[in-house]
């Protein structure tokens, strides 16, 4: 289990995430948007499973299981982004352009970027890794202030990148 690896670091890798009930196969991201679910932790939490319109997340009883993600299920709505307090659930699509990837995450800073700026995209541990591209940004009233963000970048960083920054404007 990672919980090990995250004390240590403060911060999962990808092969520790890969041994999670939450993280998606590789034959299931090459079908289109999948939620990540990066909740390594065994805390009394279970909003996603509660949001999840299509029954893809389970946490069950006690509530202090890790969240299981039924790929199959999984539509890549993103319901679930918004709703976990841990901001711990990402979704990655790897299949709109050939090469390239999108990936959505909370972002709860400001200010926001705008669609088409250029941020710099950061791994787990918050290291900036690449370029990437704000191709959307959703912030419906039910997400409760919490803007959901999507980049695209290069496919080969979509399990590794999980947020961003922006860079800063000089104002001369």
Known sequence: MPSEGIKKRGYVTLEELKRTPGCPSDERLKRGAVAVIECVQEIPCNPCEEVCPYGAI??????????????DR?????A????C??????????????????????FEYIPLPDVGDEVEAVDRRGDIVTKGTVVSIRNPKKNDHTPIVTIALSEEFAMEVRGMTIPHKRKD
């Open 80 to 83: 679930c982004l918004a709703a």
């Open 58 to 71: 389970s946490v069950g009883e006690p509530i202090t299981n890790l969240p299981i993600l039924a790929e």
């Open 74 to 78: 999984c539509c890549g709505c993103g």
């Open 85 to 106: 307090p841990g901001l711990a659930i990402f979704l990655v699509d790897t299949t709109r352009r050939k090469g390239k990837a999108e990936v959505s995450f909370p």
